[in-house]
């Protein structure tokens, strides 16, 4: 198994542009996130979604959007890219949370500089 | 006040020597926390789940006290592979979302 696969590894937006950054697991699980952790900083939770069609806004929403059309698939959209959103950005799932049992898998993660 | 908070180090220590990392958070009605390593420019991964009578696994301890809302973690006999930032992540039951919160970390230097 794949695990969490994220695309692309390193990017470089001129401020303005838009990207989308692709996310894929290959375990089935029911529970996806978006996190972007800052130099220094702890994972700031940007959307999630707890199963196909069914998406809701973290901490850090403003300036992404996400959908969630299979339940392998999960993309972060980024509209307008501003330099407060260089950053990296880890894919995570997970097959529940409930009950303290459940293990959160990330992806490599996407770093991305908005100059 | 932070939901998770952590001293950021770092922490340097000779190989072999015993470390201990706070975690306090700030949600009383958290139920799940767990302890992540996060080695440089790589992704977290699971180090251990924190359960409510502590638990051991090998050099690793982790305990969680509810009155005082903090958890931590125990590294005896430190090796060179333990260097890295350690993520104290607990749950926000109480918030509607269904996701973890992250601290900030702790780093943690081992020397030889």
């Known amino acids: 198994n794949a695990g969490v696969t994220q695309t692309p590894k390193f990017r470089i937006l001129k401020i303005g542009q838009s990207m989308t950054l692709q996310c894929t697991q290959d375990m089935n699980h029911n529970y996806m996130y978006w996190y972007r952790q800052d130099p220094g900083m702890g994972l700031k939770l940007i959307y999630y979604s707890v199963g196909a069609g069914i998406t809701d806004k973290g901490e850090v929403p403003n300036g992404y959007n996400v959908s969630r059309s299979t339940t392998e698939d999960f993309p972060l959209r980024l509209e307008l890219a501003a330099p407060s959103q260089t950053s990296v950005y880890f894919c995570?799932?997970?097959?529940?949370?409930?009950?303290?049992?459940?293990?959160?898998?990330f992806g490599e993660g996407s770093r991305l500089t908005v100059l | 006040r932070k939901e998770v908070e952590q001293d950021p180090g770092p922490f340097n220590v000779p190989e072999g020597a015993t470390v201990a990392f706070n975690c306090t958070y700030s949600?009383?009605?958290?139920?799940?926390f767990f302890w992540y390593r996060q080695d440089c420019r790589k992704e977290p991964k699971l180090l251990m789940s924190?359960?409510?009578s502590g638990n051991e696994d090998g050099r690793f301890t982790a305990q969680l006290n509810r009155a005082s809302q903090y958890i931590s973690l125990l590294i005896r006999d430190s090796k060179l592979s333990d260097s890295a930032t350690y993520l104290c992540v607990v749950n926000a039951p109480d918030t509607g979302r269904r996701a973890l919160t992250f601290g900030s970390g702790t780093r943690l230097q081992v020397q030889p």
């Open positions: 949600n009383s009605a958290s139920q799940s």
């Open positions: 924190v359960y409510s």
């Open positions: 995570a799932s997970s097959y529940t949370l409930d009950s303290g049992t459940g293990e959160l898998f």
